[in-house]
């Protein structure tokens, strides 16, 4: 069976600038995939690519196991862009008929009515585009990619707009999407937001991936701190396994020991760690 | 087309229908016919007054009745156009790089209906609207002018349907700007573009009047390559093809249009003008970045 979404060796090149060379990934089974990095990264780039709304210069694309931008491909895609305007005049509820229609989805009111109650709005499905918040647009927006149950969702900065309880809100219901079996490519500035409900992570930086893994391992363990009664002792290369042994020579050595801490570097750490500082470009 | 595509067409035709609907453009736009409309019915009114009694003039030569009422019915044909003009490039000024720059597009394009088909949904929609427009606002005018005057044109419905033809053109310019240039620009082109029209109307005018070949060869070939002013002087003309003598002369000097006959093959040019827009319009929309 074809990957939800293959990459490989992508890259664009707007005139005289390079936004991605030679970006390799995939995305299969119900998982959360997170895309990492600066500003003018890339990240975009790459998303309009899989949605065949742009043109890549060289390199294939392929979304369940077709071209992007043809009909097989749009209709295996849910999008949230990152700057999306729907028509004012609309009401919330015709946005997602609207959607219903182009997507050729049978769900009807129902659908419509269920997704509104998934992102929080179902007592606006009247209330008109014009009239709502920032945040009641882009959980609009969240609710039209919904539409026809995609088994990928490709979401740029979906949470950009929303407080943090709405940003809660979005990370549960990207948790729920991949237990009914979706997956999520999700672009997102918001580290802590990646780093707390995707399987893995993606760092893309001048157009290149520099770093890739699960969150848990690209947070590598980072050494052993132990404060004793002489201040505190760091061990760079200790690992749990050697904690028993370092507690147990320092006490020997007459040090009184008051606490362990095993060090862990956060995907905050990797990230600033791997990503080229904008004045080094 | 695929059946989804054709589906999608439709979809995004009915979705500019809503979109005229629901903007105040709806409101503008019947409210600016109502006063030019009655305008209109004022000046037919005084115009026939003033014409009443002297049916012969010239010695007898000129039918002064046929002369008020084609010159008015041409006049009404001058503003309907203009208002159609400008309400189709509303329609369609923003339909490709306009919406693509708000956000609007990006949405409707990842849905699997195709380009070209959000394209032709676009254009269908916009000139379906225009179309009506005009041929209703044709059709009211030589109503009041053969209410209060009592002149028909003949034949009657071929002027309108010039109207109409030439409005869908400029619907088509305006989408295929559009896919080269941001809203305001857009719009601002295509107005000109209408304005070089109407230009080479006055210049083969000019030209037939002053028996100048050349003004009247570079009118003539200025009105296909904007083939909608070709369209309107088709229109003008049929409007006084069943006039004869001193009047049908005089209303062809008169001030709106050389009122040229391009022949019936006319109507087969546009339709290929037309085909060639949409092909440019969808390669070029094909091969854009959003």
């Given at each position: 069976m074809a990957p939800l979404l293959e990459?490989?060796?992508?890259?664009?090149?707007?005139?005289?600038?390079?936004?991605?060379?030679?970006?390799?990934?995939?995305?299969?089974?119900?998982?959360?995939?997170?895309?990492?990095g600066p500003n003018g990264a890339g990240k975009s780039t790459l998303v309009k690519i899989c949605c065949g709304l742009v043109h890549p210069t060289s390199g294939e694309v392929r979304v369940a196991g077709h071209a992007p931008g043809t009909p097989e491909a749009c209709a295996a895609i849910g999008y949230l862009a990152e700057l999306f305007r729907f028509p004012p005049w609309l009401s919330a509820d015709e946005v997602l008929r609207l959607h219903q229609e182009l997507a050729g989805s049978r769900g009807g009111a129902e659908e419509r009515s269920a997704l509104l109650e998934l992102v929080g709005l179902g007592y606006a499905a009247g209330r008109r585009v014009g009239e709502m918040s920032k945040g009641m647009q882009q959980r609009l927006g969240i609710a039209q990619a919904l539409i026809g149950s995609p088994p990928l969702l490709l979401l740029d900065e979906p949470t950009s707009a929303l407080d943090p309880a709405g940003r809660r809100d979005v990370r549960d219901l990207l948790v729920e999407l991949r237990a009914r079996g979706t997956s999520v490519l999700l672009n997102s500035h918001l580290l802590s937001e990646v780093e707390l409900v995707c399987d893995r992570v993606v760092i893309i930086d001048a157009g290149r991936v520099v770093a890739e893994g699960d969150p848990g391992r690209l947070a590598r363990a980072g050494?052993?701190?132990?404060?004793?009664?002489?201040?505190?002792?760091?061990?760079?290369?200790?690992?749990r396994d050697d904690i028993?042994?370092?507690?147990?020579?320092?006490?020997?050595e007459g040090e009184r020991v008051y606490e362990v801490r095993q060090v862990r570097s956060t995907l905050e750490d990797v990230y600033l760690e791997v990503v080229t500082p904008q004045e080094g470009r | 087309m695929t059946?989804?595509?054709?589906?999608?067409?439709w979809v995004i035709a009915r979705y500019t229908f809503r979109e005229c609907a629901r903007r105040r453009v709806t409101v503008v736009v019947p409210v600016l016919s109502a006063i030019f409309l009655a305008l209109y019915g004022l000046g037919v009114h005084f115009?026939?007054?003033?014409?009443?009694?002297?049916?012969?003039?010239?010695?007898?030569?000129?039918?002064?009745?046929?002369?008020?009422?084609?010159?008015?019915?041409?006049l009404a044909m001058f503003a309907i156009l203009f208002l159609g003009a400008v309400f189709a490039v509303f329609l369609t000024f923003n339909t490709v790089r306009g919406d693509a720059e708000t956000g609007s597009l990006q949405?409707?394009?990842?849905?699997?209906?195709?380009?070209?088909?959000?394209?032709?949904?676009?254009?269908?929609?916009?000139?379906?609207?225009?179309?009506?427009?005009?041929?209703?606002?044709?059709?009211?005018?030589?109503?009041?002018?053969?209410?209060?005057?009592?002149?028909?044109?003949?034949?009657?419905?071929l002027p309108g349907a010039a109207l109409v033809g030439a409005v869908v053109i400029v619907a088509a310019l305006s989408v295929l700007v559009s896919v080269y240039l941001t809203a305001?620009?857009?719009?601002?082109?295509?107005?000109?573009?209408?304005?070089a029209g109407l230009l080479a109307g006055l210049l083969g005018q000019i030209g037939d009047a002053l028996s100048l070949s050349n003004l009247q060869t570079t009118g003539r070939y200025i009105a296909f390559v904007v083939p909608f002013e070709a369209l309107y002087q088709q229109g003008l003309n049929s409007l006084t093809s069943g006039m004869t003598g001193l009047a049908r002369v005089i209303v062809q000097l008169g001030p709106f249009g050389g009122a040229q006959d391009f022949g019936s093959w006319?109507?087969?040019?546009?339709?290929?003008?037309?085909?060639?827009?949409?092909?440019?319009a969808t390669w070029s929309f094909a091969r854009r970045d959003l």
């Open positions: 990459v490989r060796d992508l890259a664009k090149r707007y005139r005289a600038t390079d936004a991605l060379r030679g970006v390799s990934l995939r995305v299969e089974g119900a998982s959360l995939v997170g895309l990492l050494g052993v701190e132990i404060e004793t009664a002489s201040g505190i002792r760091h061990f760079p290369d200790a690992g028993p042994g370092l507690v147990a020579r320092l006490v020997a | 059946a989804g595509a054709t589906r999608g067409m115009a026939f007054e003033a014409a009443h009694g002297t049916t012969r003039a010239a010695g007898g030569l000129v039918d002064t009745h046929a002369l008020v009422g084609a010159t008015l019915v041409g949405t409707l394009v990842v849905r699997p209906l195709s380009r070209p088909a959000l394209l032709a949904g676009r254009f269908l929609g916009a000139g379906m609207l225009c179309g009506v427009y005009v041929f209703v606002m044709y059709l009211v005018a030589v109503a009041i002018t053969g209410r209060i005057g009592d002149w028909w044109p003949h034949p009657l419905l305001i620009p857009s719009g601002i082109v295509v107005l000109m573009l209408y304005l006319l109507w087969l040019y546009c339709l290929g003008y037309l085909l060639a827009v949409a092909a440019l």
